[in-house]
């Protein structure tokens, strides 16, 4: 573990800036998101409201290829991404969208079904996680099997012990990343002990998770259950949650252009619209605001668990937070418990 | 860079009207480079993405069975955006393709048994891929029966082949419209009530419905009343779909998703998802 | 207050004067509330009404394909005076008939803008408030910060002159005589000294920050096409990507679409999470509307909308700009 003082951080960030394109929270206006970094002083250090970073990795719009005359451009690889600064709930959230976005053949005789706009630039990546000191109220990361520490999807978890930063290498990736830059201290045994002190007071301010077994029975039978019609009686449809969200991934292709020159992108999408699953015929099959609703929860909860082993959320509680008329995944799960 | 969305380049090499009313028509495709030839290996019920530089792409049911060497068949109704598109095509045109995409009709374990086929209307695509295909291998199957509706005379597809199949021997076709009109002489009746009617022997046989979600919905319980058993039924369904790799999530019911753990299901599996129906 | 608004609403349901009615319930965080649809006289008690009461729950009858109206049923809506006038809008614009409605108006003092308290306490996470006459005092984990109530008031409060609800059935407490002394076109005012080139620049720099979630338009009661304009497909009238030619479009389509038909409620703007200004151009057509036609959306039920009338001596010459 290296340490380094926050008056040092422009030279551990000419370093990093070598490799890799540097991702970190910025204030722009009101709001802080991940932008571009060239210089530490633009680095918002303290704000743990930031918007999630999925955009590095997928952004809102991305072309999938340009085309013009009926020939094809590919897309181009660009420099290696790191990102500074991601919460734990961020870091995981890459790692569940990298088991639908990252995985390859289904079965023998397959298509390479990987997708490439995301490897080429996951693939790379140098993930820098920071640990939450002071969860949020609308923290619950402890639910779901992230935590304000946790360190799945980091390659370096980074600890603010008010002097300064301690990184410590998790994945092979990061370990390799801290022994190769020199001209930072090594961590002593009190600043690991300070670490410790730090996990466990942020422990302490997580409300207690619910039933894990418990949810899942639950769910399974809640299908026809009157829940759903009162739980989305006052969701709205509209997309804030799923575009905040940093697990949800579902998304539309759409041409721009015209015949002869143009491109196919991809764009978020959102399961809360009726445009996701209206066919052309005008059936859909989640016509009404609650099919929508259900599915949204469904998928985070009983589908995305059946087919990957984790729940697609990471607490981050971002949907709360937006949500503009205070649908919250807290009491969502809680009912779905109760009935 | 290995882009999976990246379609390949095909060209219209020949296009048929399949109705007079000129919403349904068929295209067969051409592969312009010889190595994607190569590496389209496809089987009977598999779907591509059909895909028009500058309007989109849309899912359909390969038609063609990969028995027939030369040309990719998918026959295309007028509906929306790129379907619209579909239709001005003309002979020579270029297009692309995205696929094999989805799983298959599970002609291996129907081999040493009977196979009945019941369609609807113009989704007997991936039907007529599935017929050729067991017709080119007939000596690895039993008894074959084809029950195919549709609304009138004029609507069914491929015409002039079901005129050729109706001439076979080894093949037991049955053709039914849904109202009386002049000059019909076959049967008459919806799709479920003609499969009740002829009760097809659920014995060693295997079953594949394909057509209109209504006509799905109605004629599962009647083969099951025929003592069909849940395993031994297969449907194939459609939900909107864009990526058809498992990515952009809008094609599943419940937690399988139709581009890549279907289209193709058998009842058995259909009964544990609660949004099936 | 509160307690006058539950027993008035048992009292409604003891006479079964409604079979339904939307209200305000505590939501899950401080400084917000949640949606309440009460079915049953026990669900009353959870009925609230305060500053966190932002939602324009006029939507709701026209939510999922008015699948709440229903012949014989009558809805009881509590409204702050701009939900009322979504109610008589809707009514006009024949969405809901009048006797399937009970109008229950309560004495609307402003709402809070969420992002304006977050940015006084530099987005430090709140725990609770009270309110004290016109001062609010917002505490946090190790902090407590006192605020004039009017800083910290949605837009459209701080321009509002229709606080009480102009058509009702019901009233808690009663509803005040004088209209409030305030400029309710201040900004609009202000917008328009603005040149031609920094209008522009202005309406870009907020339509740029769209990520198109749709929230603005699902949260407003004015707009409740079967099918939105930007959710056709066949023809497509507008790109879906979040790019500023396309956002612009859809935004300035959205407010013509509900020009004369905006009650100013200002739900778009609170419920926007990128914080854009959305009241603005609303609140700039409005102004036209009412210089020119004489017309305010959502005050009288006979009245004929301005988009709906047509006289001789109308002027011409209204372009935006």
């Known amino acids: ?298 998928h985070k909860f009983k589908y995305f668990p059946e087919n990957n082993g984790d729940y697609l959320c990471t607490g981050c509680g971002k949907c709360i937070q937006v949500c503009p008329v205070n649908v919250d995944v807290r009491d969502v799960l809680n009912k779905i418990i109760e009935f | 860079m290995d882009n999976t969305y990246i379609p390949v380049q095909m060209k219209v090499e ?57 040309f990719l068949r998918f026959t295309v109704n007028r509906t929306g955006l790129v379907t619209n598109e579909i239709h001005y095509l003309q002979k020579g045109d270029e297009v692309g393709i995205r696929g094999p995409l989805g799983n298959w009709y599970p002609v291996e374990k129907f081999k040493g048994e009977n196979v009945v086929i019941v369609g609807g209307g113009f989704a007997f695509t991936t039907l007529r ?62 799709v479920p009530t003609v499969v009740k009617e002829l009760a097809p ?50 094609c599943n019911i419940g937690s399988k998703y139709v581009c890549i753990d279907g289209p193709v299901f058998s009842l058995e599996q259909l009964n544990t998802i609660s949004e099936a129906f | 207050m509160v307690k006058e608004l539950q027993e008035k609403v048992k009292q409604l349901f003891k006479d079964k004067k409604v079979d339904m009615v939307i209200g305000w319930r505590k939501g899950s965080l401080p400084l917000s509330s949640s949606p309440l649809f009460i079915n049953k006289i026990e669900d009353v008690d959870n009925l609230i009404f305060d500053e966190t009461c932002q939602n324009n729950l006029a939507v709701y009858i026209t ?69 004290n006459g016109k001062e609010v005092t917002i505490k946090g984990q190790e902090f407590e910060k006192t605020l004039d109530k009017f800083e910290i008031a949605s837009d459209s409060c701080q321009s509002c002159v229709y606080p009480d609800a102009p058509v009702f059935d019901e009233f808690i407490t009663e509803p005040r005589k004088e209209k409030p002394d305030i400029d309710e076109f201040a900004k609009v005012d202000k917008f328009e000294e603005l040149s031609l080139d920094d209008r522009w620049k202005k309406i870009t720099d907020e339509y740029s920050k769209c990520v198109r979630c749709y929230a603005c338009r699902n949260v407003c009661p004015s707009c409740y096409c079967n099918v939105c304009f930007v959710d056709q497909n066949d023809p497509q009238w507008i790109g879906k990507s979040p790019e500023i030619t396309d956002t612009i479009i859809f935004h300035l389509i959205r407010n013509l679409h509900v020009a004369g038909r905006c009650v100013e409620c200002g739900a778009c703007a609170r419920a926007c999470p990128e914080g854009i200004d959305l009241l603005l151009l609303n609140k700039k057509i409005t102004k036209e509307i009412k210089e020119r036609f004489g017309y305010t959306a959502g005050i009288n039920i006979d009245e004929k909308p301005a988009m709906q009338s047509y006289c001789e001596n109308e002027k011409q010459d209204f372009i935006m700009g």
């Not at chain 1, 060239?38 to 340009?66: C, G, R, S």
């Not at chain 2, 007079?20 to 028509?25: C, E, G, S």
Request: hydrophobic share 35%.
């Open chain 1, 1 to 298: 573990m290296i340490k380094i003082e926050k008056n040092k951080f422009d030279e551990f960030l000419e370093i990093l800036k070598k490799e890799y394109n540097v991702f970190a929270p910025k204030k722009e206006g009101a709001q802080t998101s991940f932008k571009e970094i060239k210089f530490a002083k633009d680095i918002e250090f303290n704000n743990i409201n930031t918007k999630i970073p999925k955009e590095i990795f997928f952004p809102q719009a991305e072309e999938l290829f340009m085309y013009k005359d009926s020939k094809i451009e590919n897309i181009e690889k660009k420099k290696a991404i790191a990102v500074w600064g991601v919460r734990p709930c961020s870091a995981k959230s890459f790692i569940l969208i990298d088991k639908i976005f990252g995985r390859a053949k289904q079965k023998p005789g397959d298509k390479n079904f990987e997708d490439p706009l995301w490897k080429t630039k996951y693939d790379d990546s140098l993930v820098f996680t920071i640990g939450c000191n002071t969860p949020a109220s609308t923290c619950f990361c402890n639910w779901v099997d992230c935590g304000p520490f946790d360190s799945t999807g980091s390659d370096v978890m980074v600890y603010d012990d008010g002097n300064g930063f301690l990184l410590e290498g998790i994945s092979k990736k990061g370990i390799k990343f801290l022994s190769d830059i020199k001209d930072f201290e090594e961590s002593n045994d009190k600043d690991r002990q300070n670490i410790e002190v730090l996990k466990n007071i942020a422990e302490t301010m997580l409300s207690k998770p619910i039933d894990k077994d418990l949810l899942k029975v639950k769910i399974d039978k809640s299908w026809n259950h009157s829940i759903w019609d009162e739980m989305s009686a006052k969701c709205i449809n509209c997309g804030a949650c799923t575009y905040n969200c940093p697990t949800c991934h579902c998304f539309d292709i759409q041409d721009e252009g015209k015949s002869n020159k143009g491109k196919r992108i991809r764009l978020w999408d959102s399961c809360m619209f009726p445009d996701f699953t209206n066919e052309a015929s005008g059936h859909n099959p989640r016509d009404l605001s609650k099919d929508r609703f259900r599915q949204r929860f469904m």
């Open chain 2, 14 to 70: 020949n296009i048929l009207i399949e109705d007079p009313a000129k919403t349904l028509r068929t295209f067969d495709l051409s592969f312009i480079n010889s190595e994607d030839k190569e590496r389209f290996k496809y089987m009977p019920g598999q779907f591509c993405e059909f895909s028009i530089l500058g309007r989109g792409e849309s899912p359909f049911g390969i038609a063609s069975s990969p028995t027939e060497q030369d």
């Open chain 2, 129 to 190: 891929s599935l017929l050729i295909y067991l017709l080119e291998h007939r000596k690895d199957y039993g008894e074959i029966t084809v029950i195919y509706g549709a609304r009138n005379p004029d609507l069914f597809i491929y015409k002039d082949e079901i005129a050729e199949w109706e001439k076979r021997d080894d093949l037991n076709l049955h053709l039914t419209i849904d109202k009386e009109v002049d000059g019909w002489n076959k049967m008459v009746g919806f």
């Open chain 2, 201 to 250: 022997k659920a014995e060693k046989t295997w079953c594949v419905v394909c057509g209109p979600p209504i006509m799905i919905k109605y004629t599962l319980p009647v083969l099951v009343e025929l003592k069909f058993p849940n395993d031994r039924i297969y449907t194939s369904l459609e939900r909107k779909m864009k990526c058809g790799i498992g990515k952009c999530g809008r």
């Open chain 3, 63 to 131: 939510k999922d394909k008015r699948r709440l109206v229903k012949d014989g049923k009558k809805i009881g809506v509590i409204v702050k005076g701009c939900d009322a006038r979504s109610l008589v809008l809707y009514c006009v614009e024949k969405q809901i008939k009048r006797e399937n409605l009970v109008i229950i108006g309560v004495p609307c003092k402003g709402v809070f803008d969420k992002r304006k308290v977050m940015e006084q306490v530099d987005n430090k996470e709140v725990l609770g408030f009270s309110v």
